[in-house]
């Protein structure tokens, strides 16, 4: 009778087998691998992102679910150790989903642990009106007041020339906003600004893993993730991200530790207790504290500092996720080789399309990027391709997303376009009209809501696929 480590290799072997024979469709596009399905022109579908995984995902998957820990466990120890060192960030803290992330991380700054810095009802955090709620979401949540800057249509980030218009002393407490479609935002100025008034910074890198920033008020010193600028990031693992784990996200602490502990009681149900699933007593004092107006010598599992969540993925997740962040270097490269060739390929169609640029590019070439030789620099991993129907054409948005979807090409506006309009924004004015509030008159951020739309360039897309878009794109622009 064969052993179980026997056995484990064998189902781990027939694994890798099954995988290969079964997901040939979700192969990175760039390898080329032999036996992946043949691309049909108009029935292949050409999504705008998906899934891109081998046989190391399934069978690292596997592995974990055979060795049954389940809950977060030593995967999610060992990812998040990688996930803190590609980064260069003190901690990265593992959960659910994105959304979750973005919950946690602006909750953790309305502990009372905090301080005189604690965000409170009331206070205003500055944010981006164009983009995904939940980045927005935590703020309300948590009673406090969203402001929102105006949208730059070249750059799909925030206009930071009204961010002192925003600012309220006394008031305004923090800025959390998207690198959008893996674009940094401007974090010189951002950074700057922060520091001037001592306000927290959130960067929500959920659709930027791998992108680099290139500062100026640091020249000579090498470039940095985004997601590494701020007191707190966020990271997405969901499936159309830069890498995934079914679901999931992450929290990542970029420098001061106390945030660790305020982001796992949160995730973790509100408890004061720091000690790991399946750990009891790491403060050896478990029966001697006395908090709140418990008894002394209380359980210290079982009192809860903060009103929490349960927010932790699954060690399977993790799992997946360690095999996946070996391919992350590779999936960037291949996010930004795939958006400059739909650039290029669509580039005699700029009298249709407005393009979108790299935060700080002053133009783009076919050899690439025009930056100001002085001045701070943004390498992108690409999220999605951007493009902007030009007011006045032939063809509107909508009638090219239509067009494209009858041609089987996937594509997305650009999330919740001008959130400042979107029903839940509207109600809350309505009902509360000092519960948000806007700077500037959202013109850039409606212009995105009406006229943008992005198509994938995610690591999954084939040169045969990308060259369908475009010749798909030039038809319909050429007819009208």
């Not at 069978?59 to 996930?83: H, K, V």
């Not at 930027?208 to 020249?219: D, K």
């Not at 701070?376 to 991993?381: A, G, I, L, T, V």
């Not at 996937?410 to 700077?439: I, Y």
Request: charged letters at 20%; a neutral charge; aromatic letters at 10%.
């Amino acid at each position: 009778m064969k052993s179980p480590s026997e056995l484990k290799a064998e189902i781990l072997r027939l694994t890798r087998e099954y995988s290969v024979a079964a997901h040939r469709a979700n192969l990175p596009g760039y390898e080329n691998a032999a036996g992946t399905p043949e691309f049909l022109p108009g029935t292949t579908p050409v999504r705008y992102a998906g899934r891109v995984f081998t046989a190391d995902e399934v069978e690292a998957a596997i592995s974990s679910t055979l060795d049954f820990w389940l809950t977060l466990g030593p995967e999610g120890d060992e990812f998040e150790r990688e996930l803190a060192g590609f980064l260069g960030v003190k901690r990265s803290i593992l959960v659910n989903s994105g959304s979750s992330a973005n919950l946690l991380a602006f909750s953790a700054l309305t502990s009372h642990k905090l301080g005189e810095r604690q965000i409170r009802p009331g206070d205003e955090v500055i944010t981006c009106a164009a983009g995904f709620p939940t980045t927005v979401a935590p703020i309300v949540q948590n009673g406090a007041v969203p402001v929102f800057l105006d949208s730059d249509p070249n750059t799909l980030n925030a206009r930071l020339d009204l961010l002192e218009e925003a600012f309220v002393p006394g008031k305004s407490k923090a800025v959390m906003m998207a690198h959008t479609l893996g674009n940094p935002f401007d974090l010189d100025v951002i950074t700057a600004f922060c520091e001037k008034h001592g306000l927290w910074l959130i960067e929500d890198n959920c659709d930027a893993l791998g992108s680099l920033y290139f500062s100026a008020r640091q020249p000579g010193l090498a470039p940095r993730p985004t997601g590494t600028f701020g007191d707190l990031s966020t990271q997405s693992f969901y499936p159309p991200h830069h890498l995934t784990l079914g679901e999931g996200g992450a929290v990542n602490v970029i420098r001061d530790m106390k945030f660790k502990v305020l982001v796992e009681s949160f995730r973790d149900w509100g408890r004061d207790c720091w000690c790991a699933s399946g750990h009891e007593n790491t403060c050896k004092k478990r029966f001697g504290w006395q908090l709140g107006e418990l008894p002394e010598g209380y359980d210290h599992k079982y009192i809860y500092s903060h009103l929490g969540y349960n927010l932790k993925p699954l060690d399977i997740q993790a799992a997946i996720g360690r095999a996946q962040l070996k391919k992350l270097g590779a999936f960037g490269e291949a996010r930004r080789r795939n958006w400059h060739h739909l650039r290029s390929g669509l580039d005699p169609l700029t009298e249709f399309f407005d393009f979108q640029l790299p935060t700080h590019a002053r133009d783009w070439s076919n050899a690439g990027f025009v930056w100001d030789p002085a001045g701070p620099k943004s390498q992108p991993s690409w999220f999605g391709f951007m493009l902007r129907t030009r007011p006045g054409g032939p063809f509107t948005r909508t009638e090219l997303a239509r067009w494209l979807e009858s041609k089987n090409i996937g594509t997305r506006m650009l999330f919740g376009g001008n959130l400042f309009r979107q029903p839940a924004f509207v109600e809350l004015r309505r009902a509360r009209p000092d519960a948000l509030r806007a700077v500037g008159n959202l013109s850039g951020a409606d212009e995105i809501m009406n006229t943008a739309l992005f198509i994938g360039v995610y690591p999954g897309l084939t040169t045969a696929m990308i060259d369908y878009m475009i010749d798909t794109i030039t038809q319909f622009a050429r007819s009208k």
